[in-house]
């Protein structure tokens, strides 16, 4: 109850979220422990030296304790397994080859303000109780979660996350820019998932990624910047933008949207906590208010 009343916010400028850890746990033998790490580093000539991702890798408790507590930023992505609370009544984390109940962990980690959890079930649509492990890191001080409420695909949720290093890399600074206001984690994360919505539909009902200029391309550009100009006929437009590159009535690319939306990887993510209550701002807009208030001041003495 005391998390859903929260009233403080918090300011991060820019550079105090191009700091990032990503904590793996998985074991030397799992087939996923490099996905992630690859996937980043793929697209990692779009963030290097914009953004610091450090990799460490904890494969037991005490590992992951002090992965936490050397860790001073404001980011957490897990990489590793979750264990659904769907039967039992505390959901937990994999630990290398052990299932961690992370509300034990009260008072023993510095957990940062934002969580991103790159884990299946971690915040059950079929849980028992409350006590999932998006739940758990809330209780441990986390503002903000970015939980799992179904199983997830290694390779969507890889490439998700890479997409969100890029995005501190460059969207941060460049909406600050454009839209002369701070943000809040809730529109940077929402349009994370539309855009990985938008181009699950692509790939769905144009095609794969194709390169620049090609129809795939410009479609999936249209829909970025109606979704980043926070244009709310968004989904409107990629429906109708599909039905003419397909020549088909937008009802019919409507229903099959539908069907395709169920399946979709995105649609498995959800924010707990307060992302709204964690804003951004480059200090710009500070520096406005005091001119606006210097201003006033002159005014009134002169009129005085």
Not at 32 to 37: A, E, G, H, N, V
Not at 211 to 222: D, I, K, T, V
């Amino acid at each position: 109850m005391a998390l859903l009343t929260e009233p403080v916010t918090i300011t991060f400028e820019p550079r105090d979220l191009q700091k990032v850890l990503v904590l793996s746990s998985f074991t030397d033998d799992d087939p996923l422990k490099d996905i992630l790490t690859r996937a980043i580093n793929t697209l990692r000539e779009r963030w290097d030296g914009k953004v610091e991702v450090i990799f460490k890798k904890a494969t037991t408790l005490d590992h992951f304790v002090e992965a936490l507590n050397s860790y001073d930023g404001q980011i957490l992505i897990f990489d590793g397994h979750g264990a659904d609370n769907a039967s039992e009544p505390i959901g937990k984390l994999v630990i290398g080859d052990e299932a961690i109940d992370v509300w034990k962990l009260q008072g023993k980690v510095r957990v940062p303000p934002i969580v991103i959890l790159s884990a299946c079930d971690t915040h059950g649509l079929d849980a028992s109780s409350h006590a999932t492990v998006g739940n758990g890191f809330l209780f441990l001080g986390a503002r903000t979660v970015l939980a799992t409420l179904l199983p997830v695909n290694a390779f969507h949720s890889a490439l998700f996350v890479a997409r969100l290093v890029y995005r501190l890399a460059d969207f941060i600074p460049a909406a600050l820019s454009a839209r002369k206001r701070v943000l809040n984690w809730t529109e940077i994360i929402s349009g994370m998932l539309r855009m990985a919505f938008a181009s699950e539909l692509l790939d769905e009902l144009i095609g794969p990624p194709a390169p620049e200029g090609s129809p795939r391309s410009n479609l999936q550009l249209a829909s970025n910047v109606d979704i980043n100009l926070r244009q709310e006929d968004w989904y409107g437009n990629l429906l109708a933008n599909i039905a003419r590159e397909r020549n088909q009535g937008v009802d019919i690319i409507e229903s099959r949207a539908s069907a395709i939306t169920a399946r979709c990887e995105s649609i498995r993510y959800i924010q707990l906590g307060n992302p709204e209550t964690i804003l951004v701002d480059d200090g710009s807009i500070l520096k406005q208010v005091q001119q606006a208030a210097r201003n006033f001041h002159d005014d009134g003495a002169e009129h005085a």
